[in-house]
């Protein structure tokens, strides 16, 4: 073979088609990386939606066990417990798209992988939009429920689940009534005969202000009961209720959480903030193999 010098055996490959070639070499890097990279992040999520979704089916076949641990009770627990699963469910399939899409290079699913996300984030903007510009009307409508829960506590004994998780709000906060104890005062099924006392719920009892063990002790009421075993529904007479004017919290739940609010706001935030440059994250990786596909499958086609 003969050069352009005209010398015999040597072969010079023109500067361009080198730089090309290294060019090529570099961008096929690059998106092999971005592919390894959102396989990986997706597997994460893929085990992790895993986990809350196990996690989600052993509180509903072992309730018992949480009952006693959270002092939640049977109902609220079972709510949570389908939420958990069905939010491991969502998280395992949307990560399932971005394995397979990332790893098998397929369009379809990298591009309906892009189209979740997004709708996922426009919904969290526009919720956290309509949170921020509707919080007056949000807040009168927790008000309201509340205190529906309230006025209606234990009248229909087979329907308690709300009024239990009002309990154990209440337990949680250390806090009685929305605005004060006074909320409790004229429920018609705390009443009791033989005292002219006002009697709130054992939720609003405070244990820490005494130490007297046999008062805490008559404190029996399914969301915090360690019998393991759900109680059949309850009459009036035995619903568990203490005096007004005993050990009780005196801050309404209202400034409470407020103050809880206030106090967690930075991290809910950061949380928020954090989950939303993760999803954007995705977004541009998947975008970004998606739309160079077509250079890879061309230089394909080409060598072929």
């Known amino acids: 073979m003969e050069t352009r010098d005209g010398l015999p055996g040597v072969s010079l490959v023109p500067t361009d088609s080198k730089a090309r070639q290294e060019k090529m070499s570099a961008q096929d890097g690059c998106l092999s990386l971005i592919k390894y990279l959102l ?3 997706n597997l994460f999520f893929f085990v992790l939606g895993s986990l809350i979704f196990c996690f989600g089916i052993w509180i509903l076949i072992d309730k018992t066990s949480f009952v006693s641990f959270v002092g939640l009770s049977f109902m609220p627990l079972q709510i949570w417990s389908k939420a958990l699963a069905i939010s491991g469910i969502l998280t ?7 394995c397979v899409g990332a790893l098998k290079e397929f369009r379809c699913l990298l591009g309906l992988y892009f189209g979740t996300l997004l709708l996922l984030f426009a919904t969290q903007i526009t919720l956290g939009i309509l949170i921020s510009t509707q919080w007056v009307q949000l807040e009168r409508k927790v008000k309201d429920v509340v205190q529906k829960t309230i006025q209606n506590y234990r009248a229909h004994p087979e329907e308690t689940a709300a009024e239990e998780s009002w309990d154990y709000v209440q337990f949680q906060l250390r806090c009685c009534g929305w605005n004060s104890p006074q909320d409790w005062f004229h429920i018609p099924s705390l009443k009791r005969n033989e005292s002219e006392v006002p009697h709130v719920p054992c939720s609003c009892y405070n244990s820490s202000a005494t ?7 008559m404190i029996s009421f399914p969301q915090f009961s360690r019998l393991g075993s759900p109680a059949p529904p309850r009459h009036n007479a035995d619903i568990c209720v203490v005096p007004a004017n005993s050990y009780i919290y005196r801050e309404g739940c209202e400034w409470s959480l407020q103050k809880w609010l206030h106090n967690n706001l930075i991290s809910i935030v950061g949380i928020c903030l954090g989950v939303g440059l993760l999803e954007l994250s995705f977004m541009a990786l998947s975008i970004f193999l998606c739309r160079n596909l077509d250079h890879i499958y061309d230089r394909l086609a080409r060598y072929r």
């Open 92 to 98: 395992m399939g949307l990560a399932l798209l971005g």
């Open 211 to 217: 130490n007297d063990s046999a008062i805490f002790d």
């Open 39 to 41: 396989f990986v992040f």
